[in-house]
């Protein structure tokens, strides 16, 4: 762990000081979001997608940007927290925090407040609280580290009860070769660390996360013949009731499939009702199931709760 944190401290060192132009692959945000950013920092982003823009972000809600670099995807989310939100950016490497720092007078001045503060921390060992982010966000890091399932825990920790992460990463399509893997410039370059789909999956999962998604996939680029997709990949936290009942509450699945299991594995037949208990209640009525099933109440109230937009978290 120490040796590749090293070198790719030592590789982000240098992209913080000289932008390296077509590294990860150059991500279009909104013109509308970036407006209030310097366009030196955007210079020296190196996402892969774009997950403060899929995360459904609302106002007020608390940001963690992992791997925050040069503090684009932070910036994006102040505004569109707004400045009774809270975003915090977490990196390892001093020069991109340093870079980062530099531009926060400037994003203050044209948003009119600041939400904004940068951290340095490790992915595995994050700076902050348990249970205190509503969103984890990260571009393009995660496959940096070579304990993924750590990182994965410690994200899972610091999200509040229905807190969720929505993740730009890099996976391969087939298990990646040794030759790559000991390749430190193609670590740096996001494909020698990428671990296949799902396995990223898999370790989510394993963390705690549920109602995994893989909100898109792209190509990257083929490497010794193995295919490289950037992926946005959203889950959730829950954290269960202590007074978990069955009270008479059923829930009925919509379609369109036969049949859905949720990570609990309780099963559900199109069309048929079955009892739910009240954790599970409070599961199929909030994103990403909002929608997909009719809630029957004890009290024989019917409730086909939808996500509306974007704004109720529906990353
Ligand atoms: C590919 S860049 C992405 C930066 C930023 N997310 C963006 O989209 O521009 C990776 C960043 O993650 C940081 N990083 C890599 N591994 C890390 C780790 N284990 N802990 C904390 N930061 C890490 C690097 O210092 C670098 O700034």
Redesign the pocket.
Known sequence: MKDV?EA??EF?TS??ETPKQG??CP?AYDSEDTAHIPKDALQ????CGSPVSSAGLKKGEVVL??????G??CFIASKKVGKEGRVIG????DK?IELAEGYLEKVAENLGYRNVEFKK????EIPLEDESVDVVI????IN??SDKERVMQEVYRVLKHRGRFCIADIVSEKDVPQSVRENPTLWGE?IGGAIKEEDFINIARSAGAYGINIKSRTFYREVEGVRFNSVIITGYKFIKGKECVYRGHYAIYNGPFRSVRDDDGHEYPAGVPVEICTDTLEKLTNPPYAGMFTIITAEGETVVRGCVDETEGCC
């Open positions: 944190r790719v401290r982000y992209a913080a590294l990860c991500t020296r982003a190196y996402g940007d992992l791997g925050s670099g040069s684009v995807d977490v990196d390892m490497t991109m921390g490790y992915l595995e990260s571009n393009c890091v940096l580290s996001c």
